[in-house]
């Protein structure tokens, strides 16, 4: 009955270990970037409580909707990062392009989340809020810092390509491709948002997908961007099962895989610009 009793919790302990192993890989990999990410994500936790005991809306949402969606994006972005900086000899994990990436990540990062959630706070928007030359001109800063953010995957993409021999070839033009369109298509579908004023074209006035809030009545630009932004995850893990599936033809299919997220994402640009909902993809 004892060693019975003893057993029970093995399946519990199980589904804690996965999750566990690969918390500890990626602090591994890197420490300093990975903890900036794990930290984003426990303040988009602790957002979490206020969203429930905190009713302001802005917009049609909670204050905190916003603050909270944009920490867990730039936390996966810096987990992701510090994983594929991993993939790198221990000597180019210091080199100053590494470094480059790192804490542009943290500094550009930081800023944006931290006059995000502050705006958040005060109940006002931080997007396109050109109601004083203060905001205005903090609305102008973000801009740069987004676009500063997403940059620092082309000195990664160059590294990988340069250093990470030891990726299965496939893997690492999956990486590569990966973190050159998320700075390709993710800040082209966001100097999009930019210069059209707002992510809604169209009659976007419902209060669209939960959570994402994407809008299902007129054309919406953070699909595309949503899309761009997120290569740098999708095309790698694409890359990972292709080379478990088919390792002698992975290379050719990540270049066929790669093409056609770059086609459904421009589709979904074309579409949001036409005005045309998310469903008519």
Aim: aromatic share 8%; glycine share 12%.
């Amino acid at each position: 009955m004892a060693a019975a009793t003893t057993a029970l919790p093995t399946p519990r302990r199980s589904l804690l270990r996965a999750p566990l192993a690969l918390l500890h890989a990626v602090r591994r990999r890197d420490p300093v970037l990975a903890g900036f990410g794990l930290a984003l994500f426990a303040i988009a936790l602790a957002l979490g409580l206020a969203w429930a005991f905190d009713a302001r809306q802005l917009h049609g949402e909670s204050v905190w909707a916003k603050p909270i969606k944009f920490l867990l994006s730039v936390g996966l972005f810096a987990l992701t990062s510090a994983w594929f900086i991993g993939d790198l000899p221990e000597a180019r994990r210091h080199a100053a392009p590494i470094r480059t990436v790192r804490w542009g990540i943290i500094a550009t990062g930081g800023f944006e989340l931290g006059y995000i959630t502050l705006q958040g706070a005060l109940g006002q928007a931080s997007h396109f809020n050109n109601s004083t030359p203060f905001h205005a001109v903090m609305f102008a800063l973000m801009g740069i810092g987004a676009l500063a953010l997403t940059a620092t995957t082309l000195p990664l993409a160059r590294e990988i390509a340069r250093h990470g021999s030891g990726l299965h070839p496939a893997l690492r033009l999956a990486v590569v491709l990966g973190l050159g369109l998320t700075f390709v298509l993710g800040a082209g579908a966001g100097i999009a948002i930019s210069a059209h004023g707002g992510h809604a074209v169209g009659a976007a006035t419902d209060a669209g997908l939960p959570l994402l809030g994407w809008s299902t009545s007129g054309g919406d630009l953070r699909v595309p961007h949503f899309l761009g932004i997120h290569a740098q995850q999708i095309l790698p893990l694409a890359g990972a099962g292709l080379v478990a599936a088919i390792p002698r033809q992975a290379r050719l299919a990540v270049w066929a895989v790669s093409a056609l997220y770059v086609l459904l994402t421009l589709a979904a640009l074309a579409q949001a610009m036409q005005g045309r909902p998310l469903i008519g993809l």
